[in-house]
């Protein structure tokens, strides 16, 4: 793998430059996106220059996919007949079975292989980007056929980076992710939501580091989330199915006076997470 | 005000006595309380002494009540009898028509204020309290009749020590927490519960930031929250309510992809308090 190119230079994209020049990658990085974001990332020395997709796409060994869902779906179906022979292409977007699907449908004789680094932050763009961004957090990989010298050489300089490669089937991933990124983000949401509905003019005014822990997630873009829900939704709305019956319970037994278990159940759970979190 | 008796010398209680210190309080604090509680309040210089709830009651111009709400209600019914003549009674419970009830019904002859301060956190105990708790942060005040020379004293402490001093009626005061702090530690617990509760083995290692925010709350003590929830049920159970509501829509919103302005309403509310946090 002596060159790669990013498409969409954005917080994961530029992360990615950054992460493989810090850990020796001496080859040539090259970025495809908004002449705005490509300055950026070139300022902060993520990227060495700025190609069409075209010419990127004609020169790399690597194509990383580093857009928001809907538009790496757009990108996919432009790939065909621009990558260069023996290229592998790779993404990063936060669903992975509809980015597969799509792969397999136009990149005939590309090869392909899903990703997901999980790794996000509240702010985005070059500017937010870092190094360390992937450093001990899992990145999941979809491969669809056995690992080549290429593939191998991607999940090497992954692991280079420091992230925890995971392999998973593209519907493990995106039924795993409907519960523990995208179910946090619909609550988040659907709270913000309810508190400005309401007509108490001191809910905005008597709150603690709770609340604006819980609705953080709600800040976060609609239009990356958009196409994460609208590329997951059965996985998400199952979550949703299972969320709102926990809920039930706990309401239950709040008139029950039988909250104690369930609160015991939940701690437990969020210590659990919190030690896998460390290690 | 020249002495204080404060009762649970937890992060609470202790706080409070480190920051009247702090800013310049010269009188005696007495901590009633457990015997590992009082010395570690004692070695931070929360409080001066210990003594039994009997000799602090009888000899402080304030008594400052920062125990769990469930301890508060039993405390309020020891105290006739025990409190000197002229002194003020006041607590810091999480709720307040359920302790202000209890003190009408207990305390006749003794002036007793309600109040919270808005000023949780994390850990618990006096090991975790700090002077600075209450600088910047609400401190609701349910007074039931008009001030007194000893109630303007204490409001001007809690000024002194940095406190945004609101007043409020107790119901009030319950169903402003119920949609800010009760509902967002509602659905903490239960999205942890939801999770602890999946068959699927990956849900607790391929997770994010996010969902360590939307599970911190779901670490809190059930032992705390039991009698908070207990106390506030109804308007618990109404912002349960309300927000399935904002749940089902944001759902539906999913299956007609309108998912757009419901995702802004969210994301503008989150600011918003997040801009008047920071005045």
């Known amino acids: ?78 790939l065909p007949g621009l990558v260069r022979s023996g290229a592998l292409v790779t993404d990063a977007g936060s669903t992975k079975a509809a980015i597969v699907r799509q792969a397999q449908r136009c990149l005939a004789g590309i090869a392909f292989i899903g990703g997901h680094p999980i790794a996000g932050k509240e702010q985005r763009g070059a500017e937010a980007s870092e190094a360390q961004l992937f450093n001990g957090k899992p990145y999941v990989l979809t491969p ?33 992710v409907a519960l523990t990124s995208h179910l946090p983000q619909v609550l988040s949401t659907s709270l913000a939501l309810t508190l400005a509905r309401q007509s108490n003019p001191n809910a905005a005014e008597i709150f603690g580091t709770g609340l604006l822990d819980m609705t953080r997630l709600a800040l976060s873009s609609p239009d990356l989330w958009t196409s994460i829900l609208a590329t997951n939704k059965p996985a998400v709305l199952a979550a949703i199915e299972a969320y709102s019956a926990s809920l039930a319970d706990l309401r239950r037994s709040l008139e029950s006076d039988t909250v104690v278990e369930l609160f015991e159940v939940g701690a437990s759970w969020a210590k659990r997470i919190r030690e896998q979190h460390r290690t």
């Open 144 to 176: 669809q056929g056995p690992s080549t010298a290429l593939t191998d050489s991607f999940r090497w300089w992954l692991e280079k980076i420091g992230a925890r490669v995971v392999e998973m089937q593209p519907e493990e991933h995106d039924a795993t």
């Open 1 to 78: 793998m002596n060159s790669v190119a990013i498409v969409g230079v954005g917080l994961i994209g530029s992360s990615f430059g950054l992460a493989l020049r810090e850990y020796g990658f001496a080859g040539q990085i090259v970025g495809v996106s908004s002449a705005a974001a490509l300055e950026a990332a070139k300022k902060l020395g993520a990227i060495d220059g700025s190609a069409s997709l075209r010419e990127a796409a004609g020169s790399a060994d690597l194509i990383y996919l580093a857009q928001p869902v809907d538009r790496i779906l757009i990108t996919i179906e432009k």
